[in-house]
């Protein structure tokens, strides 16, 4: 027998059901949020001596999640880790967070519309919590298509005049990254040959699905003043070392056989492998510029860290970024990571 339609749950119930997920015991809590979900505005006050870090970032169904692949609970932690990584980059801490979701009406007329909209949270939920990042406010609105639509704004903060930025590398650092690459790109060329949703949860290494945002790191390299720069992998190490490289004015020379590829790219040939681990993006690893004297651990807060390479000041004929294959032989690399509108 076909169950009942359960009651379609309407815009000011969404955001009950949003707002007591987010309030209950064991929910992240921040002292910054002095005023949270209920009012006109959030109330935030930064600790003292800090300044304010602001990112946004779309998760887009079809272009960022496709809901017949992604299981729910990835969606929404991924919507969350996309903005972490940004604050992470920069050795902010986060204060607090801002979900505007857009949800087809056809969506919240079903059960299992319902559940998609509860698994969503809780994925977001539980990362929220292990990084001490409230929900603080958003916006709830009826999507015009049969497409959901989210926007995840981070506000963050760091010591004033301290944040990490792209634009301070010096001539002669060493290019540094975190955990290893190529991960994200694996696993979702994985996804998209199959034909259901993975059933995969965020307690098992998923690079894709469940990226972690490298904040403890981030804030170690901030705190121990070991970085002069920094930026978060969102679109490939080729298109994100090209905007370090550019906005600090500086050329980069990469040592391929020194990239740490993750496990997931074993099963590919070795191009495929370099391939995803240089212009895959979504990895949310940092890379990051120390000088060559600086002592940089292998580990932080128990993350690996790799040197990489080293940059240089520019030079006619050189290109932006060298990545050596061993003996004599080198190639430039160029910027080929993803870019929206591209295709
Ligand atoms: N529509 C927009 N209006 C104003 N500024 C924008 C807009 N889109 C992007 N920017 C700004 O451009 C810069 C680069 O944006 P981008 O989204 O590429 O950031 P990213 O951190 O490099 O990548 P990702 O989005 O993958 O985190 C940021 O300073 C961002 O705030
Ligand atoms: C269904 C589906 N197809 C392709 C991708 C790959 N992808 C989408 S956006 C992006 C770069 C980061 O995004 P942004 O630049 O918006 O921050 C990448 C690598 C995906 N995640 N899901
Ligand atoms: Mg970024």
């Not at 500086?250 to 074993?266: G, K, V, Y």
Request: glycine share 8%.
């Amino acid at each position: 027998m076909a169950r009942s339609a359960p009651k379609p749950l309407g815009e000011l119930a969404l955001i009950e059901q949003i707002s007591r997920t987010f309030s209950s015991a064991g929910a992240a809590r921040n002292k910054a949020v002095a005023l949270g979900i209920g009012d006109d505005c959030a109330i935030l006050r930064p600790p003292p001596g800090h300044e304010i870090l602001v990112t946004t970032d779309f998760s887009l169904e079809n272009r960022h999640f496709r809901r017949d692949l992604h299981p729910p609970a990835s969606v929404g932690h991924r919507c969350l880790a996309r903005g972490l990584s940004d604050l992470a980059a920069m050795g902010a801490a986060p204060l607090a967070a801002f979900l505007s979701l857009a949800l087809p009406a056809k969506i919240l007329r079903t059960r299992r519309g319902q559940r998609w909209v509860q698994d969503f949270l809780a994925g977001f939920h539980s990362l929220a919590r292990q990084h001490n990042t409230p929900l603080a406010g958003g916006d709830t609105s009826e999507s015009p298509a049969d497409l959901i639509l989210a926007d995840i704004i981070l506000i963050g903060s760091a010591p004033r005049g301290r944040s990490l930025r792209r634009s301070d590398a010096h001539p002669d650092d060493a290019l540094y990254v975190t955990g290893s690459l190529g991960g994200a790109h694996a696993e979702l060329s994985a996804l998209l040959k199959r034909t259901h949703r993975s059933r995969s949860t965020a307690s098992d290494s998923h690079p894709h699905l469940y990226p972690q945002p490298r904040l403890a790191v981030g804030s170690v390299l901030l705190r121990r003043h070991l970085a002069t720069a920094a930026i978060d992998l969102s679109d490939g190490l080729s298109t994100d070392l090209t905007h370090l490289c550019e906005s600090s004015g500086l050329r980069a020379e990469i040592d391929s056989s020194a990239l740490p590829l993750h496990s997931l790219t074993a099963k590919l040939s070795r191009q495929d492998a370099l391939h995803a681990a240089v212009h895959g993006g979504e990895d949310y690893e940092l890379l990051f510029a120390a000088p060559t004297a600086m002592r940089i651990p292998r580990k932080i807060a128990d993350v690996p860290i790799t040197r990489i390479g080293t940059l240089h000041p520019p030079r006619a004929g050189k290109p932006l970024i060298t990545l050596h294959h061993g003996g004599d032989i080198s190639s430039e690399l160029k910027p080929a990571g993803w870019q929206h509108f591209s295709s």
